[in-house]
């Protein structure tokens, strides 16, 4: 690495920022970003390329249709496209297939329905580079296919696509974008950059929502999308936010706007995914806010099935170091869920099976420091379908093959265990900490899978006796400026008003009240 040393001198980095950066392992080039709010250059002949054959779906008249995910990025991808394709004066079209009935991507029944309705041009959002069938089977019909995904391409296969944009062709800093920021980049280049807002907060939702890399153009996208949705504002967003304390933030996007997006897909036999397209096309205040209110009671349905789903599932039987649920009753879009639940509970790897004809179909969850995509993977011969990553897994497997699986599994897994896994802490000096240095750890946000928000770990030997907040929360003032608060409505109020040393592992945040402010230490947990 360059000298970081005296980069972090020449910018002025306080010490709990500088020990935050050197705690994980970045990158000079990640570093640089995250404090210089480095910006990289784009170029893509792929992209001119399409935007070509766009200009010339406009100068014929040609009708374009957008065909998406049923995830939380394939809606807002769908949506960003569809939006900047009708503000350039192009005919647009959408469709994100039915999870539960058409499963996942274009197929060739989607192409005959778009061809039936007159579409030439059809872009793909989020998903395409393996659909091969379909692609050829567009063809046939003279229709071109652009298409437009993040997920893996098989090098091996070599097909030759109409056009393509993927991450895997791009420049560096655009190699890690999620189907949205892949969607942005067309809309961006189509409307010359202008009138870009909205795009930007609907691929933030995206890339936070598929936990894509928080570097690179994705950390652009991140900082600008709430930065836009802060200071303009979006009603479609805030509308879907049932309680927020001062900024919106990467966490009440992840808690409050993801899962109700998502829930559209889940509960694919309950709710038309497409629906949540055209709520973000509505323009009437009125139908935002009514419409609002139906996603969120869905969420809320979706809520109380995966609880008593949880609650009401067969008994976990261990295979080998796997523990697997099957249980027909459970819905097929909340395996995912369910799955989770278990893993929090026992910590361990969890897979959860319901039944579709003669399919078995499921979700596996594990916790960090156990990969269940290694553990399944090999076995994907015996799968219909197999996807995920290291701490999640989607997979089908026929009725016939079960008992095989789930002896391989028993084999395989026997040996495996959950590594230790600490999440990093760091020592926070209170002599240290003012509104300055609160700033400058303020400014490390976007947090993410490959920049990880460190616990921050305070001892204070003498405190003043706390107040209590609402009969159930207490405070500390530590010093001028600074609070410590705890928000465990268990707490034993007694017992903690007279301590005289805390030590806790806590966030940092601000208060201000007419015109003061101060550092709140947000207890996370006692030690």
Not at 481 to 504: T, V, W
Request: hydrophobic share 40%.
């Amino acid at each position: 690495m360059k000298d970081i040393s005296k980069f972090f001198i020449e910018n002025n980095v306080s010490k709990l920022v500088e020990d935050v950066l050197m705690s994980q392992e970045l990158t000079f080039e990640q570093i640089e970003q995250i404090i210089k709010d480095k910006k990289y250059p784009f170029e893509s002949k792929d992209l001119e390329n399409i935007i070509d054959r766009i200009l010339m779906a406009k100068a014929k008249g040609e009708k374009v249709v957008i065909v998406g995910d049923y995830d939380a990025d394939g809606i807002m991808a769908t949506t960003i496209l569809v939006k900047a394709l009708k503000a350039f004066g192009v005919e647009t079209g959408f469709y994100i297939p039915d999870r539960l009935k058409e499963g996942y991507g274009i197929n060739k029944a989607i192409v005959s329905m778009v061809s039936e309705k007159g579409y030439s041009l059809i872009i793909t959002v989020d998903n395409g580079v393996v659909a091969y069938e379909a692609l050829d089977f567009a063809k046939s019909l003279g229709i071109d296919v652009i298409v437009t995904d993040h997920h893996t391409i098989d090098k091996a296969v070599n097909y030759n696509y109409d056009y393509i944009l993927h991450p895997d062709y791009l420049s560096v800093g655009y190699n890690d974008l999620a189907g949205a920021g892949i969607a942005l980049l067309i809309a961006e280049k189509l409307l010359n950059g202008q009138t870009m807002a909205e795009y930007y907060v609907y691929a933030m939702v995206a890339t936070i929502a598929d936990m894509v890399s928080v570097f690179g153009h994705n950390r652009n996208i991140i900082k600008n999308g709430l930065y836009v949705l802060n200071k303009h504002g979006n009603q479609h967003i805030e509308k879907l936010i049932h309680y927020r304390n001062g900024i919106i933030d990467q966490q009440v996007i992840s808690f409050q706007v993801v899962p109700k997006l998502n829930t559209a897909g889940r509960l694919a036999d309950r709710v038309n995914v497409n629906n949540l397209v055209r709520y973000f096309l509505l323009e009437d205040s009125t139908e935002i806010e009514a419409l609002a209110k139906t996603i969120t009671s869905l969420n809320q349905d979706r809520i109380t099935m995966t609880r008593d789903s949880f609650n009401n599932s067969n008994g976990i039987v261990k295979y080998g170091s796997l523990n697997i649920v099957i249980d027909p009753e459970i819905h097929e879009g909340l395996t995912g869920l369910i799955a989770g639940r278990h893993m929090n509970k026992l910590n361990e790897p969890v897979l959860v099976l319901t039944k579709n004809n003669n399919l078995y179909k499921g979700s596996g969850r594990s916790p960090k420091g156990y990969d269940i995509f290694a553990l399944i993977s090999p076995l994907r011969d015996l799968l219909e379908s197999f996807g995920g990553h290291k701490q999640a897994c989607g997979l089908s497997i026929d009725e016939n093959d079960l008992d095989i699986f789930l002896d391989a599994i028993t084999e395989d897994s026997k040996d495996l265990k959950v590594l230790e896994n600490i999440d990093p802490f760091l020592k926070l000096d209170l002599d240290s900490l003012n509104l300055e240095v609160y700033n400058q750890f303020q400014s490390l946000e976007p947090y993410g899978v490959d920049f990880i928000k460190p616990l921050l770990k305070v001892k204070v030997k003498t405190v003043q006796n706390p107040s209590i907040l609402a009969e159930k929360f207490l405070k500390w003032n530590i010093r001028s400026g600074i609070e410590m608060i705890s928000f465990d409505r268990n707490l034993d109020l007694e017992m903690y008003k007279n301590i005289k040393e805390i030590e806790a592992f806590v966030d940092l945040s601000l208060n201000e009240f007419r015109g003061r402010k101060t550092i709140n230490l947000i207890i996370q947990e006692f030690i």
